[in-house]
Structure formats: C-alpha cells, structure tokens
C-alpha cells in the first residue's frame, strides 16, 4: 500500500497519474478521505507554496500540481460529501467591478483550494453589492478581492468600505493584485494583503487563526 | 539634437542634451486631463512632454484576420469571438484587460491542423505604406523611428490562454517551441515588408509582459529553452538591419536580466517599479549593457505628492543618466489619477532633472 508521503511528493512534482493513482490505493485500503486529503493532498500543495514563494518553482509547475490535486479530489469529494466532511472555512474570491482580469485570482484559488479553503468564485468585474451578497449567503470567513490595474484600485477601496459598512464582524478581507501593495490594505481598511499566491494561503490562515 | 540622434547616443551611451523621453497613457488620463485643461490628445501629451520617439506600425499576427464576430453584449460590455478564434469579453468604450473566456486554439491537433495553416497563409496585417509615410514623417520631426510587435510569449497566451501555455510548457514544449517560432516568423515577415516600401527604422520595439510582480511567469531556464531563441531571432534580425532593440515587459524580472543582454536586447522597458523593479539597483550592475527606459512609479504619480514625485524622479534619473543610457517613461500608463497640475509638474521635473 502505498503513503501518504507519497501522495504529498506526487502532488508536489505534479504528477498526476500517480496522484491519482495512488489516491485511489488508498481509498481502496480503507484510508479515510479526510486523512486523504488532510494528510496527503494538502502536504503537498504547501511544499508547491513554499516552493513557489521562493522562486524555485514558477507558474507551470504550480498549475500542473494543483491540476493534480484537482483530479484527486474528483474521486474523494463524494466520499467525503458522504462522511460529512466540509472545509472548516469558506473564501470568496473575485475580480473587482471594473477588472477583466482573472488570472490572478484563479491561481490564488488553487492555491487556497490546495490548502483545504472551500473557494466560491464570483468571477471578475463583481459588484461590491455581489461580494456582500455570496458574503452573507455563504457565511465566509474570507473575501477575497483582486485587480490588476491601477484604475480599478478605487472599485477595491468601495468594496471594502460597503463590506465594512454591513458589519460582516467574523469575515476578513484579503486583497492581492499586481498593482497592489502592503500600504494600499492599510489604507483602505483591509485585513490581508497577499504579494504572489504562495503567500496568500499563509495570510489566509493566519487571518482565520490558524498558523500559517 | 533631434530626438533621434539623443536615443542614438543614448544607446552608444554617449553624452546627451537631455534624456530621451516617451510616456503611456489611460484613454480615462487623457479624458480626465481635457477636462483640467489639456488641449488635444495623447498625441499634445506626448508633444508637451517633449517625445522622442515615432512607431511605424503594430505587428500581432492572427490566424483568422479581419474576423470579429459579436456574440453578446450588455450595458457594459461585449463579448466577442475574435481574430484568434478565442472569445473573449471587452469592455464597451473603457479601457482595460478583456476577459478571456475561451480559446479557439485548445489542443496540440488544432494547432496543426487549423491554426498554424492559417498563421503562415494569412496576408500581411498591417499597412506597410502607411507605415512608411509614417518613417518619412518620423524623419522629417527628427524622432526616432521604430518598429513595433509582439514577440512570441506574449503571442502563445493570446492564441492559447495562459493556463494551457503555462502547463504545455512543461508537458508539450515542442509545441510551445513550434508556435513561437511561427508568430516570430510572421512577424519578421511583417516587418521586412515595411522595409521594403523604404522606410529604414531606428530600431525595433517588442511588446511582450512574461513576468507578474512576485516573478517571471516560468522560470528563467524555461524561458531560455523555450521562447529565448525567438527573442534573439528578432534581435540578430534588427542588428542585422542596422536597429536597435527595445524589450518591452511588464512585472519582475531581476532573474532574466543576463538572458535579455544574451539576447541582444539593447533597452528594456518599462521597468515595474510596483513589481519591485528598481534602476538605482540594476543601473549599476546592467546599464552599461542594457539602457534602461521608464521605472517612474505610477503609484507616486497617483498620490499627487509633488514632493514624493520629485524625489522618484530625481533619484531614479540620477541612477539612470550615470550610464548614459537611459530614457524617461513612466513604469506602465499613467493613470487617471494623476491630474493635469500634477502631469505637467512632472513634466516639469523630467526637464530639470533630466539634463545633463
């Protein structure tokens, strides 16, 4: 039988075919889905994070091992649906009014989704009222909001003034984006600031208490 | 000096009157500076500013050219399937980066069989003519003449989306190589066919954005591997023809700066300075290979802090202008933030600093 060990090293390097190979071994061997993930899957995107913080892995390595977490978790959310296992926390994620952009925000999601995050993505050019809306209906612990240009930073900073204003006390506020900086999230009220998506899961859990 | 003898010794890093200039604007800038006062366009910006610099044409070579097909639309925007076969949803009347939502180009066996075909027997896209009056008119105002394109990196996202290109990188990079290699070629071809109505540019200027602000998009050996080659196709092309070159990309990239002197690039631009990108740290180790053009921070623009400006701009021309080789561009487009008091005083400042 193979381990968990291995699932982690096989998510790292991106292999899908054994990620999903051994995925199912384990499963057939009686593992627990949870464990599967928890112990396997999520190991492995964190090396994938860590990596990708340091500059030792760039983009495509990141894509293909969140693409194989991806196609293990086709075979374990069933299961998992079954045992009532949820994530623990919820993220919204989306582009600003006024922004296009969504590749940003689409690598952050693996990446949160590779930590364990239920991730529910409005998409781009979301409305502050859309944030506050998918906010309140999914209970998030996160709002994730993202831009990539300099004129849709003020759409960010009326994002965060509506949510603020509708008193969302047990929801954080995390922004990211290439034209934004540690001192614009102070500025504006946010809780996170996330340079690169590696950091973000890190922000993210310390945002919702957990270490990073 | 003319403009185009101040680049020219810019680049042979010999003295100048004063640093060649060129900015970027947002449509919603120049709107917001008719309102405060601009009389004109980008174009009256460009000329108060004092520009150096005149492009000839823009080469992005699609397979399906002339193709725009309408699918839906709202209030604020439509969607669109385009000349790369991609749709895609753009704004309506507004600047900004579409939204990619599809591409035509999905798989490795479209590409051969539908795309590539179409790539090499589409017609040459732009108006080589209009191109040439443009050089003769470059000529006559003493600019720097140049020609303009998108380079192969920038080419693959259009024509298959960044996820797909990012994991073919690794999974297929043959293809990657092959798609490259042909937009390259398009693209020479292009350029020979302004040549040939006669115009004989300054130089070459090539559009491509492979970084983000944490990094490159894939690694700097990646990168050597895999699009590097054609970069340096398009530099021995230009240097050959007498050019110059001028890598244009956007975000951080500290890591590839040896690869682009490998290359041939002679300038890279615009220096990111959000991205981290700063000329008072790679002036000094790459400015005598690579002249540096741009790196005034749009985000200090924005605050409309005259002082806070004035030391960006001082700092960072100092840094440039101790090699000789270094030209003034805002580190992207400046944004409507920034007012037309606040423009003109950079202006302003690009002039007392910027003299040598």
Known sequence: MPLLTDLTAAVAAGKRTDTVRITQELIAAGTGPGIIVEQGLVPGMAIVGEQFKRNEIFVPEMLVAARAMKEALKLLEPL?????????????????????????????????????????????????????????????????????????????????????????????????????????????????????????????????GETA | ?????????????????????????????????????????????????????????????????????????????????????????????????PEHISFGCDTREVWDKTYRPAMLAAPIQIDTRLAALRFQDGRRLGKWTHLSGVEGFEALRRLIGDEACLIAMIEDPDWVRDIVRVHTDIVLRTFEAVLAEGAQPDGLWIYGDMAYNHATMCSPAMYRDLVWPDHKRMADWAHTRGMK?????????????DLYVEAGFDCFQPIEAKAGMDIRKFAPTHGSRLAMFGNIDVM?????????????????FAAGMATRGYAYHSDHSVPPQVSWATYKAIISFVERYGRY
Not at chain 1, 119 to 135: Q, R, W
Not at chain 1, 146 to 156: E, F, I, Q, V, Y
Not at chain 2, 300 to 316: A, P, Q
Request: hydrophobic share 40%; proline share 4%.
């Open chain 1, 80 to 208: 998992l649906a079954a045992a009532g296992i949820k994530p623990k926390y919820t993220v919204i994620v989306g582009t600003v009014q006024g922004d296009l952009h969504d590749i940003g925000k689409n690598l952050i999601s693996m990446m949160w989704r590779g930590a364990g995050f239920a991730v529910v993505d409005l998409g781009t050019n979301v409305s502050p009222e859309k944030y506050l809306a998918a906010a309140l209906e999914h209970k998030a612990h996160i709002v994730g909001l993202s831009a990539l240009l300099t004129t849709t930073m003020p759409a960010m900073k009326e994002t965060v003034r509506i949510l603020r204003a509708a008193g969302l006390t047990n929801t954080k506020i995390m922004i990211g984006g290439a034209p934004i900086t540690q001192a614009f999230a102070d500025d504006i009220g946010a809780d996170g600031y996330a340079a690169d998506a590696g950091t973000a899961v890190d922000v993210a859990k310390k945002l919702v």
């Open chain 2, 245 to 257: 070159v001028i890598y244009h990309t956007d975000g951080c990239v500290s890591g590839v700066l």
């Open chain 2, 300 to 316: 200090k623009m924005g605050t409309n802090d005259l002082d806070l400006i004035e030391e960006e701009i001082r700092t960072k």
């Open chain 2, 1 to 97: 000096m003319t403009g185009c003898e101040r680049v020219n010794r810019m680049f042979a890093r010999q003295d100048q009157d004063r640093v060649p200039r060129c900015d970027a604007y947002w449509p919603e800038t120049i709107a917001r500076w008719q309102r405060e006062g601009l009389q004109g366009d980008h174009n009256d910006a460009l000329r108060l500013l004092g520009a150096d610099f005149q492009p000839l044409c823009w080469s992005w070579p699609a397979p399906f050219h002339g193709q725009r097909t309408v699918l839906t639309q709202d209030a604020e925007t439509e969607t669109v399937r385009d000349a790369w076969g991609g749709v895609a949803r753009f704004w309506k009347g507004r600047s900004g980066t």
